[in-house]
């Protein structure tokens, strides 16, 4: 069974930085793109940022470019979001999910921006 | 950037009765190796969304036949043929053919 599972969340100060993981399992991680999917608070879904399976490929929503960076340990079967100069309008769930084979989602990661 | 239009954004249904959600792309969703990743998702409250219809019209494995997904171009439709209770939640469409990826703005499926 597919499960993707993002750890890292919580509650920081703008203009502060933070790391989402996400752990999955079930499938050969080193074979698929990962993508990392937010919806803030009583809105839609935002795509953030995808990364090739062998990690040399990164996309990123505009929104996030040059603030948040996208990686992989495929030895640890493992996916990141390095999230930098963060904002009140980066609140919200992150979600992980593998979008082309198992379209497989983990359960998201609150990340809520305040001072 | 590929915008992606859902109509009706709130659609109140009896059980047991059709339904039908619109999505239109801003532009053509076939990609390089020839598929349309043209995507319908369900996200039911409190949960993250899954995947009901893939490629158009494609049911995504444990998918009940009561969902349908048609179209092609820029116009595409998914079909409810009998509503359940347990539809209830909000439709996205999404486009993964080209970077960014987009979503529509999500149709909210309620009983009435």
């Known amino acids: 069974e597919v499960q993707l599972l993002e750890s890292g969340g919580g509650l920081v100060q703008p203009g502060e930085s933070l790391r989402l993981s996400c752990a999955a399992s079930?499938?050969?991680?080193?074979?698929?793109?990962m993508t990392w999917v937010r919806q803030a608070p009583g809105k839609g879904l935002e795509w953030v940022s995808t990364?090739?399976?062998?990690?040399?490929?990164?996309y990123s929503a505009g929104s996030v470019k040059g603030r948040f960076t996208i990686s992989r340990d495929n030895s640890k079967n493992t996916l990141y979001l390095q999230m930098s100069s963060l904002r009140a309008e980066d609140t919200a769930i992150y979600y992980c999910?593998?979008?082309?084979?198992?379209?497989?989602w983990g359960q998201g990661t609150l990340v809520t921006v305040s001072s | 950037d590929i915008v992606m239009t859902q109509t009706p954004l709130s659609s109140p249904v009896t059980l047991g009765q059709p339904a039908s959600i619109s999505c239109r792309s801003s532009?053509?969703?076939?990609?390089?190796?020839?598929?349309?990743?043209l995507s319908w998702l369900l996200q039911r409250p409190g949960q993250p969304p899954r995947l009901l219809i893939y490629?158009?019209?494609d049911r995504f494995s444990g998918v009940p036949d009561r969902f349908s997904g048609s179209g092609a171009g820029t116009e595409f439709t998914l079909k409810i043929s009998r509503v359940e209770a347990e539809d209830v939640g909000v439709y996205y469409c999404?486009?993964?053919?080209?970077?960014?990826?987009?979503f529509g703005q999500g149709t909210k499926l309620e009983i009435k």
């Open positions: 079930g499938f050969t991680f080193s074979d698929y793109a």
């Open positions: 999404m486009q993964s053919t080209q970077f960014p990826y987009t």
């Open positions: 990364i090739s399976d062998s990690g040399t490929g990164t």
């Open positions: 532009q053509g969703l076939v990609h390089s190796d020839g598929n349309p990743y």
């Open positions: 999910a593998e979008l082309r084979r198992f379209w497989s």
């Open positions: 490629k158009i019209s």
